[in-house]
């Protein structure tokens, strides 16, 4: 007889009390045992099912016409009894139920066991291609910050913005003057007062762009931008609205507002009297130019800039002047002189102020320029320092480190230029940056509903955000070969997962699916892939991968899904394969990733990125379907 625990599969997982097999090949199975201890088989009868869960209709599995049934083999008493429904019989997303009847070679068994249901569910669902999209594949957001070097004066905070390592020297002090007298700087990390001051300035230099714009006559559009618009001599034009108190980057551009304020003490001979004080607010910024159509140059370029503000000075010091100092490690760069501007980047001769006339928003920015001539690729570490003299004094200074630009382990300020990257020239980019590509879900569902499946499962997570796993670039500039000799390339690690001799044979699909291509994950790209020789994820063949295939759904609509592949595989993926390979729609393959890397990144060998699916992550396991959104 029969026994009472149908189920289905693989992988003969329920949803509530619906059997969710992840294949159109569905295994139906149940035990069957004898009386007699003989041998027997299972008849398997498959039906639709009516939106009240009651059978509807019977589905003809064996092309006959006549019975419509599939028939097991003879098993043990005792055993379980299973068949496989071919291909094409069963559609995924439709809702069917199954039951069983024995027989031992003589007898048929006459009443037949309870019903199960079950429903082929894949792994992502989505509808066809939108025609138009407003994901940006290659926009990214800007990346706070914690500085590892900030100088000896400075606190150095962790990630949380926790105190990790208190000032080690909070005061510095110059050599004495010939009267004796001797200048002192002390650096402090940003106030409340000074957040406060930094706001109060944004606002007064607003509304003096926005007079300037009223004065010459602009339309009230125009008066309106002028406005909203960064400091005319701000060479990172995002930075002005940035809180105060916190370091911020991208790929190009560094806004540091987490320097705080510098106070000059000007002392007597004996060191018993401060002659007077004054106090500074400091930011700082960096501009890297990925290629000549950023900079104009023919070289590879990045800025340096300074901002300085004033908050008080005693009349007793007659005037202040500030320098910037920069260091740097390059070995084949020129540097230009600092040129001084005010805010609306008029010409400044240095950062003076005169102690009688100064004003709270007369700030200066000091801009350096770095040209790099060299070959290959070059990563320059940079210090920056301000000296301090007083016009109360013939001699006396002080000077301040502002630290670098990271300790030797992050580096995470320091620019690196190339002249590598095919098809552009040198260029300099900010590359402690972690990189995002955003896979345009509208436009390409099935592979990034596939990628979002092999980031959930992949032991290393690879790429996602999420558990924040990096993949890692296949760049011009890797040092593995072939076993030609030749630079190693994305086209050798493909040949593992998907090439020639990889067997991978496309498997059956609606025909709205149309051409399909072998799509890898990790992609060939990265050092993540299965085929890269050095990878986490190494395999020797593809078989070793997940094997998955776009189909079309049989829900009554326009939907696809990413389900899997079970012919060599009978139970589907395991859930731990360290690589993919699915057969993913020709157009989609081909494009989900064609704009990356984006020139301007200049990805070499080894920097980090991640991959986001907009249209799939809102979901958070794979135990369910999880159903693409529209994204804008």
Known sequence: MSGSTPSAGPKFTKSGSIWRVITPRVQLQNTVTDADGDSSTLTFQVWTVNADGTPNAQVDLDGSGQHG?????????????????????????????FRTSAFDGSLYETVWSPWADFRIDPYVKFPAPQTTSTIDSTAQQIKEI??????????????????????????????????????????????????????????????AMEARARKAGKSPAAVAAAAAAAPPADLVDWCSDQVAGKDYMTRAEACLKNIGSGKLIFIDADRSLEIGFATFDFEMRIKAYANKSESGSDFAQFHQQIRIMPVSIDPALDGVTLRWSTQSTCSSCVTSVVRWADD???????????????????????????????????????????????????????????????????????????????GSAPGCVLWHFKTTYTVDTNRYPAAGGYYWYMQQVMPDHAGSKRWDSLLYYLGPDTPLKNSAGATWTS?????????????????????????VDCDE??????????????????VTSGTQCAQLYTDKMGDGAANFGVLADTRTVTKGPSGSERCGRAAIPSAQNQAAFHKFPAPTWRMLDGDGFFVTLPGFEHCTSVATTCTWRKIG
């Open 344 to 422: 609306f980047d008029n010409h400044a001769d240095g950062a003076y102020w005169d102690a009688d006339s100064w004003s709270a928003y007369d700030g200066r920015w000091g801009s350096r320029l770095t040209t790099w001539n060299g070959t290959g690729k070059e990563i320059i570490d940079l210090g920056w320092s301000v000296t301090a003299t007083v016009d109360a004094s013939d001699s006396a200074s002080a000077t301040a480190d502002f630290g670098s630009t990271g300790i030797p382990q992050v580096r995470e300020l320091a620019p690196r230029c190339d002249d590598i990257v095919a």
């Open 146 to 207: 914690t500085r590892t070097d900030p100088g000896p004066a400075l606190p150095t905070f962790t990630a949380s913005g926790e105190v990790k390592r208190q000032p080690t020297q909070k005061r510095t002090c110059g050599k004495q003057d010939t009267q004796g007298h001797q200048l002192c700087m002390e650096l402090s990390p940003p106030t409340a007062e000074s957040k406060a001051r930094t706001k109060n300035r944004a606002e007064a230099l607003s509304k």
């Open 521 to 538: 994950y990790a992609m060939a790209s990265t050092h993540e892939s299965g085929g890269y020789p050095n990878s986490v994820n190494k």
């Open 491 to 515: 086209a050798d690690s493909r040949k593992v997962i998907c090439g020639a001799n990889s067997a991978w044979s496309i498997h059956p699909s609606d025909a709205s699916v149309g051409s």
């Open 69 to 97: 049934v599939m028939v097991s083999s003879y098993v043990p008493s005792g055993s379980l009894a299973k068949v496989t429904v071919p291909y094409g019989l069963l559609k995924p997303g439709v809702r069917y139920k």
